[in-house]
Every structure is written in C-alpha cells, then in structure tokens.
C-alpha cells in the first residue's frame, strides 16, 4: 500500500488500472451497491476495484470478488466485456484534482445473499433490473454504460 500522498500524486498525474464485477443473479437481475466513498460517492455502482502493481489480473479478480462480494471466484469463471474508461472530476482525498480509471469489466452469474456483504466501500446493496438502473438517476451512468453497448 502506498503512503497517501504518494497515491494522491498517482491519482493526480496517471490513469489508474481497475476491475469492474457486473453481478448476476439467477433472475437476471445486477447487483449494485451505494458508494460510501469518491469518486461516485452517494451513487449506486458495480462492485469493483483498483489492481495493484506486480499483481496479475487473475489474482486481481479472485481477490476483488472476495473481498468485495464475499466470495473467491476464477477469472476464467466470468465473460470479459471489454475494457471502459471512467472519468470523474473528483477523487478520494476530495482535493481538486480528477481520477481517470482504465476499467476491464466483466460479467458473472452469482446468487448472493446481500446482507453477507462487506460494507467498506458500499453502505448498501441491491438487485436491479437491467431497465430499473438504466432508469434510476441514482444509478451512476459509469454503470448504465455497461448495459447500453
């Protein structure tokens, strides 16, 4: 882990390299969770997170489903949907400088309980409809743009 202001000059200055998790359940419903932190704070959004460097992007995958959905999975267990720029005028520190993400999503069928999940990063969390986010102004359009391609 980096100090905080070696990250911040990261953020600041390059684009950073990311995993998004498009969950679905067995009624075809996606699974999305209120962002407790920024970017997107206050917003509904996948799960998902940053790779680390040295970190292959399977290790990646196995450790962000675990830690962000309770459960470890096998990236060769999910359907690559492309890679996806994210950019967002704010950051994590809420100073004034923006966050650029490079973001590898991909799709997996899961049914999970929701009140297993850990709260860190979302505050809550909900199956939706394909239709009811793509209609939801809470739903963050980073997240509608998985379903409009």
Not at 92 to 103: A, K, L, N
Request: hydrophobic fraction near 40%; glycine fraction near 6%; proline fraction near 3%.
């Amino acid at each position: 882990m980096l100090e905080l202001e070696t990250f911040k000059t990261v953020v600041a200055s390059t684009p950073l390299v990311s995993i998004d998790l498009i969950v679905r359940n067995s009624q075809g419903q996606v699974l999305l969770g209120l962002r407790n932190n920024r970017p997107a704070q206050g917003f509904w959004f996948v799960p998902g997170g940053r790779i680390c460097k040295d970190e292959t992007i399977a290790s990646a995958f196995s450790r962000l489903t675990e830690g962000e959905l309770g459960v470890k999975v096998a990236l060769d267990q999910a359907l690559f949907l492309g890679p996806y720029q994210h950019f967002y005028s704010d950051n994590f520190s809420g100073e004034d400088f923006s966050t650029h993400y490079v973001v590898l999503g991909y799709e997996l069928a899961l049914d999970i309980d929701l009140s297993s999940l850990p709260a860190d990063q979302h505050q809550d969390y909900r199956w939706f409809t394909v239709e009811e986010l793509l209609a939801s102004d809470q739903v963050h359009q980073h997240t509608k743009d998985y379903f409009l391609s």
